[in-house]
């Protein structure tokens, strides 16, 4: 009899589209897809909140994977904070797995779980609205009732381990991956490019970031390092891109950015389409990750992969992912974090190298290699 899984598609659906948990889903499914052609022991049960929003560049239906339409899906929300139990109640063979942390109640008989950090658990005195609590719910309740965790990074499984006691033996670490085609060194088009970089107002040398601009990512700390980089190596005359939506808890960074000596220095491009964000990273002078916390830290892997020499926090897993591939600094010393900057910036020997490392080092990270450890895992819960 072959083995179901039962794969929790809610993310699936085109509201999910462009977010890091949708871009999860999609990659593991058209590994497996390939991983397991002509495996007659292993079937997939693929749900979905409608057939007709499926959407799945170069998928191809064959059997052992079936799509099924869940129309409760369709309140995401609601179905990651409790009606998800409609569903595991059913299951009474195979095995579901879910994505992403979600509010189980009722357990079926194998249930595995994606957790990819804790950092609402982490950061909970953040987390204040009825929303945000059903929000932590989900993630004690997928680490109380999963038998089997899947997590991004040693880091995170330590923490799970050392702060909610997590059995270690049930938490296994898949890193992720990156899509090889869009972050690659060049060639770009020179005239296409400027364009690109002069509509967003980028019309010199630049320091990239890339990501949802709350807290944790420590915007306001590079900011000032940069301010005070400026104001110490006048003859230093570049950027600071920000680029990525401006999350909750943003006000502070505008409040910061009305001051005069960062007036069309620092750009804040907000969200930017695929071949845009590929321009963004093949034109910068260096990739800044200066966050407090993080799981796993992809714009820190795609930064790499680009051919960007890296500057990181010394914080949670960046280290991990990393590797030797970045100048390290603490993310609370502003002053720390500006000399690194102008290290990277006026050593071009020392940029040379660590673009040589990251490229070399990235390529130890793959969806193929993060669906085969998942896959093995799940074979044998």
């Known amino acids: 009899m072959a083995q179901t899984i039962v ?41 979905v909140p409608s057939v007709a929003e499926w959407e799945l560049d170069g998928w191809t239906q ?41 509010a189980i109640h009722l357990k079926p008989r194998r249930l595995a779980v994606t957790i990819h950090d804790i950092i609402p ?7 204040r609205s009825l929303r945000q609590r059903f929000f932590l719910d989900a993630y004690t309740l997928s680490m109380r009732k999963a038998d089997l965790i899947f997590t991004d990074s ?38 296409e490019s400027q364009d690109i970089l002069r509509q967003r107002g980028i019309t010199k040398p630049y320091v990239l970031h890339v990501g949802r601009g709350d807290p944790r990512k420590n ?3 590079l900011v000032r390092a940069y301010d005070l980089l400026i104001a110490r190596r006048k003859d230093l005359d570049f950027q600071l891109v920000l680029s990525g939506p401006l999350g909750w808890g943003y006000e502070p960074l505008l409040q910061l950015l009305t001051k005069p000596t960062l007036q069309g220095r620092v750009i804040l491009t907000g969200s930017v389409p695929d071949h845009e964000l590929k321009v963004l990273h093949i034109r910068a002078a260096c990739f800044a990750m200066p966050s407090l916390y993080e799981g796993f830290g992809l714009p820190s892997l795609e930064a790499m992969a680009s051919g ?3 500057m990181s926090s010394n914080r949670s897993s960046l280290p991990e992912i990393a590797g030797d591939a970045a100048l390290y600094f603490d993310p609370e010393s502003v002053e720390e974090m500006s000399v690194v900057m102008e290290r990277l910036l006026t050593d071009s020997a020392i940029r040379e190298q660590l673009a040589a490392r990251g490229l070399e080092h990235a390529k130890q990270f793959s969806w193929e290699a993060c669906a085969r450890t998942t896959l093995a895992a799940l074979k044998a819960l």
């Open 7 to 47: 794969f929790d598609g809610c993310v699936l659906s085109k509201r999910f589209l462009g977010t890091g948990i949708h871009r999860y889903a999609c990659s593991l499914l058209r590994e497996f897809e390939k991983i397991t052609a002509g495996e007659a022991d292993l079937a997939f049960q693929i749900l």
């Open 62 to 102: 064959r059997p052992g994977f079936d799509i099924a339409a869940q129309p409760l899906m369709r309140f995401n929300r609601a179905w990651m904070y409790g009606l998800v139990n409609s569903l595991t109640a059913r299951i009474r063979t195979g095995t579901l797995f879910i994505p992403l942390p979600v």
């Open 121 to 127: 658990l982490v950061f909970a005195e953040q987390y």
């Open 154 to 191: 040693q880091c995170s499984k330590a923490d799970m381990v050392s702060r909610f006691r997590v059995p270690p033996e049930k938490i296994v670490v898949a890193y992720l991956g990156f899509d090889s085609d869009l972050f690659k060194p060049g060639p770009v088009n020179p005239s």
């Open 219 to 221: 915007l306001v700390r």
């Open 308 to 310: 960007i020499p890296l």
